[in-house]
C-alpha cells in the first residue's frame, strides 16, 4: 500500500514537472500584407529575444501567415523581411501564455504612409492625421528634409536656368553670354559634363571673332572646358573630336592627332569622319603634311569615305612636279585618289573638280562611273550614273 503511494505522489510530481515545463513556453502569430493589399507568402519573420539572447526564425505561408510555438517566456523585438531587407519591426512584444499573441504586418499601409511622408516633404504640408501620429523626433526629422528638399529644388530650378540660358545663347552665337550662363551653372554643379562640353565649344566659338593674345586665350580657356570634360567623361569619342579640332586650331597638331587617334579607337564605326575633319581644319590653316596624314587616316578607317580620296587627292596633286616643258607630273597614287572619288560619288559636290585635277594631270577623264551603293541593276540592263 505505501508503495502504491510514493508511486502515486512521483506520478503527481511528475505530472507537475511536466505542467511546469510547458508552462514557460509561448506562442506568436500573424499575418503579413504585401504592398499590394494581398497576403505576401515568403516573407521572414525573426523574432530576437532581448532579455536572454535567442533568435528564432519562420516564414510565411501562401496565406501571408506565421506561426511559432515553443518560444521561451519573454521580450521580443519582431522584425519582417522581404527580399533581403528589413521593411517594418515591432519591438518590445512580450510572450504570454495561452493563446498565440498576434503580430501582424501590413505593408500596404507603410506604402501609403511613406507616399504621404514624401507628399509632406515635397510640399511642406503635414495633415492633422500624420501630425498626431508622428513624434517630437520624426516632425523635426521632417522639417529638416522638407528644407533641405527645397532648398535641392531652388538649386536645381536655378542650375536648369543658367544651363538653358547657355544653351540658348550658344544656339545664336552669343559665345560670351553662353560662357557667362555656363560658367554660372559650372559652379553650382562641377560634376556636370554637359556645362563644360558646351562651355568649351562657347570659349572656342569666341575665339573665332578675335585676334592675337585674345584669341590664344578663348582657345585656352576651351581646351581646359574639354579636358574637365573629359576628366569626367574619358569614354566619350564626340568629346576626343571636338577637343581635338580644339587643339588644330590651337595650332597643336601632334596633341589633335592623338585625341582624334582616341576618338577612332573608342568609335572606329566614325573613325574616317574623325580623321576626315582633322584634315579639313588642317588644310584651312595650311597645315598640309599633317592634313595628308589625316585624310590617308580617313581612307585606312573607312575605304569608302568619298570625299577623304577627294581631299587626299588634292594633298598629293600640290606635290606634283612641272616638267621644263610645261608638263604636269603628279606623284604616285595621285589619279587613283580622284578616279576612286568618281568611282563612289559620280554625282558628288566634287565630281567636277575631281574630272578637273584628272584632266590637269593628264589623265583621261572617264565618261561614266558605275556607283558601287546603287541597288543592283535588272537582268539585261545596266544602270550607271554619268
Same mark, same amino acid.
Given at each position: 500500500?505505501?508503495?502504491?503511494? %510514493? ?22 502569430? &500573424? ?9 505576401? %507568402? ?10 536572454? %539572447? ?9 496565406? &501571408?501567415? $506565421? ?41 500596404? %499601409? ?8 514624401? =507628399? ?75 556645362? $563644360? ?47 581635338? #579640332? ?5 595650332? +597643336?597638331?601632334?596633341?589633335? =592627332? ?57 594633298? #598629293? ?27 563612289? +560619288? ?19 577623264? =572617264? ?20
Amino acid at each position: 500500500m505505501k508503495i502504491f503511494k %510514493k508511486l502515486a505522489s512521483l506520478t503527481a510530481l511528475a505530472a507537475l514537472f511536466t505542467f511546469g515545463a510547458m508552462a514557460q513556453t509561448a506562442s506568436l502569430e &500573424g499575418e503579413v500584407k504585401g504592398e499590394d493589399g494581398k497576403p505576401l %507568402k515568403d516573407a521572414l519573420i525573426t523574432l530576437e529575444r532581448k532579455d536572454i %539572447k535567442g533568435n528564432y526564425k519562420v516564414k510565411t505561408n501562401k496565406k &501571408g501567415q $506565421w506561426f511559432h510555438a515553443g518560444l521561451p517566456l519573454g521580450t521580443y523585438d519582431i522584425s519582417c523581411n522581404v527580399d533581403g531587407k528589413v521593411v517594418d519591426t515591432v519591438k518590445n512584444v512580450r510572450t504570454r501564455m495561452g493563446d498565440p499573441l498576434p503580430v501582424n504586418f501590413d505593408l500596404s %499601409k507603410m506604402a501609403n504612409q511613406r507616399k504621404a511622408m514624401e =507628399q509632406a516633404i515635397s510640399t511642406g504640408k503635414v495633415t492633422e492625421e500624420m501630425s498626431r501620429e508622428m513624434s517630437k523626433e520624426q516632425k523635426e526629422a521632417l522639417e529638416k528634409q522638407a528644407k533641405e528638399r527645397s532648398a535641392a529644388l531652388a538649386k536645381n530650378k536655378e542650375l536648369n536656368d543658367a544651363f538653358n540660358t547657355g544653351m540658348e545663347a550658344l544656339k545664336t552665337k552669343s559665345f560670351a553670354a553662353a560662357i557667362e550662363a555656363f560658367d554660372k551653372a559650372a559652379v553650382m554643379d562641377p560634376k556636370q559634363v554637359v556645362i $563644360w562640353a558646351n562651355k568649351a565649344e562657347a570659349h572656342v566659338g569666341l575665339a573665332g571673332s578675335k585676334t592675337g593674345e585674345e584669341q590664344t586665350a578663348e582657345l585656352a580657356k576651351g581646351m581646359e572646358a574639354y579636358s574637365k570634360a573629359l576628366e569626367l567623361k574619358a569614354d566619350d569619342a564626340g568629346m576626343h573630336n571636338n577637343y581635338a #579640332l580644339a587643339l588644330a586650331k590651337a595650332k +597643336k597638331y601632334p596633341e589633335a =592627332q592623338a585625341e582624334l587617334d582616341k576618338a577612332a579607337q573608342l568609335d572606329p564605326s566614325n573613325a574616317g569622319r574623325y580623321y576626315y575633319n582633322l584634315g579639313a581644319i588642317l588644310t584651312n590653316v595650311n597645315q598640309l603634311e599633317p592634313a595628308g596624314i589625316a585624310f590617308k587616316k580617313a581612307i585606312e578607317s573607312d575605304p569608302n569615305y568619298a570625299d577623304a580620296h577627294f581631299q587626299y587627292g588634292l594633298f #598629293l596633286f600640290s606635290k606634283a612636279t612641272i616638267t621644263p616643258d610645261g608638263k604636269t607630273v603628279p606623284v604616285a597614287g595621285t589619279t587613283d585618289a580622284f578616279q576612286k572619288y568618281l568611282e563612289l +560619288k559620280p554625282d558628288g559636290q566634287f565630281a567636277e573638280a575631281a574630272k578637273g585635277m584628272l584632266q590637269a594631270a593628264g589623265t583621261a577623264v =572617264q565618261t561614266e562611273y558605275k556607283n558601287p551603293n546603287a541597288p543592283a541593276a535588272k537582268k539585261g540592263a545596266t544602270k550607271t550614273k554619268k
